[in-house]
Nanobody, 118 residues
Framework: QVQLVESGGGVVQPGGSLRLSCVASGSYVSIVAMAWHRQAPGKQRELVASITTRGSGEYAESVKDRFAISRDNSKNTVYLQMSSLRPEDTAVYYC????????????WGQGTQVTVSS
């Protein structure tokens, strides 16, 4: 079993910054990929950013040039640095990991709330 624990959410004013962290723990062979998704009230969950083991990142168009995803493989941790935050970035942010045990499986964290408001 794999656990993902997020931290770093909170309330920030428009234009501000936050950094989310997600630590993976449990029994697995390797983490294939990690990502951040978000879900705003009344909307579907959407992919924000993803990163491979080698550090190659991809972003949703709405967050390009504002958000940066990174990972520390030695700490089994993925980060999301969010800058120039906008009210429309308000959502619950979920950490995701595709993990290799004896098969590839998908895991989700419990989510952390990010609220952008003046």
């Amino acid at each position: 079993q794999v656990q993902l624990v997020e931290s770093g959410g909170g309330v920030v004013q428009p234009g501000g910054s936050l950094r989310l962290s997600c630590v993976a723990s449990g029994s697995y062979v390797s983490i294939v990929a990690m990502a951040w998704h978000r879900q705003a009230p009344g909307k579907q969950r959407e992919l924000v950013a993803s990163i491979t083991t080698r550090g190659s990142g991809e972003y949703a168009e709405s967050v390009k040039d504002r958000f940066a995803i990174s990972r520390d493989n030695s700490k089994n941790t993925v980060y999301l640095q969010m800058s120039s935050l906008r009210p429309e970035d308000t959502a619950v942010y979920y950490c995701y990991a595709r993990v290799w045990t004896s098969v590839e499986s998908d895991y989700w964290g419990q989510g952390t709330q990010v609220t952008v408001s003046s």
